[in-house]
């Protein structure tokens, strides 16, 4: 399952929302119900962190200013406002079947 | 808090095989639940799947990988292994060992530090 992510970049200002775009070859939608994406934040110089599983489902502990969206093959991820440390390269993942495949990638940079 | 960390040779021969370990700890890898993977990224790119492991020794691996990987555990030890057979420079990368929870929360909630492998004679 290929994975594209848009925008490639995106510069936000502080305070204002900001949107990514996921988009899967295949419907990422179980016979459960549940979507099969997960999105991850990797900041600058570390490992990845997950923020929203199942599409919509936020991670314990990430901040409610994150919100995960979409069914099927379109999925969006929206911060409410953004912050400084919010900076990084974004990825949405699917684990609906193997091999698990990530997007490109988003790097979110303050304008 | 569970911690993994990826270690081993950090520079690869042409070829040659590429092998290093995950070693675990405040955790056990014999817990259900859980598959213990590997995934890589090379330098500016995305993040390449490359394989996980069960406890009990069941394994799924990235095709794109054309049958160069194995890889096992060892519960005595906490630890996980991945081998990587006739690398070539396009293996490249930082290997991160992670833990993925399957069941009704699957994602990938811990990730090791991430560990350097360059392929150079």
């Known amino acids: 399952i290929v994975m594209t992510q848009s925008p490639l970049s995106l510069p936000v200002t502080p305070g204002e929302p900001a949107s990514i775009s996921c988009r899967s070859s295949?419907?990422?939608?179980?016979?459960?119900?549940?979507?099969?994406v997960d999105w991850y934040l990797q900041k600058p110089g570390q490992s990845p962190q997950v923020l929203i599983y199942?599409?919509?489902n936020r991670a314990s502990g990430v901040p409610d200013r994150f919100s995960g969206s979409g069914s099927g093959t379109d999925f969006t991820l929206k911060i409410s406002r953004v912050e400084a440390e919010d900076v990084g390269v974004y990825y949405c993942?699917?684990?609906?079947?193997?091999?698990?495949?990530f997007g490109g990638g988003t790097k979110v940079e303050i304008k | 808090q569970l911690q993994l960390q990826a270690s081993g040779p950090g520079v690869v021969k042409p070829s040659q095989s590429l092998s290093l370990t995950c070693t675990v700890s405040?955790?056990?890898?014999?817990?259900?639940?859980?598959?213990w993977n590997w995934i890589r990224q090379p330098a500016g790119k995305t993040l390449e799947w490359i394989g996980h492991i069960y406890a009990s020794g069941p394994t799924t691996y990235n095709p794109s990988l054309k049958g160069r990987v194995t890889m096992s555990i060892d519960t005595s030890t906490n630890q996980f292994f991945l081998r990587l057979t006739s690398v070539t420079a396009a293996d490249t990368a930082v290997y991160y060992c992670?833990?993925?929870?399957?069941?009704?929360?699957?994602?990938?909630?811990?990730w090791g530090q991430g560990f350097l492998v360059t392929v150079s004679s």
């Open positions: 199942l599409g919509s």
């Open positions: 295949q419907s990422l939608l179980h016979g459960s119900g549940n979507n099969y």
């Open positions: 993942m699917q684990t609906l079947q193997t091999p698990l495949t």
């Open positions: 992670a833990r993925l929870r399957i069941g009704t929360q699957p994602y990938i909630d811990s």
């Open positions: 405040g955790g056990s890898v014999d817990r259900g639940a859980f598959h």
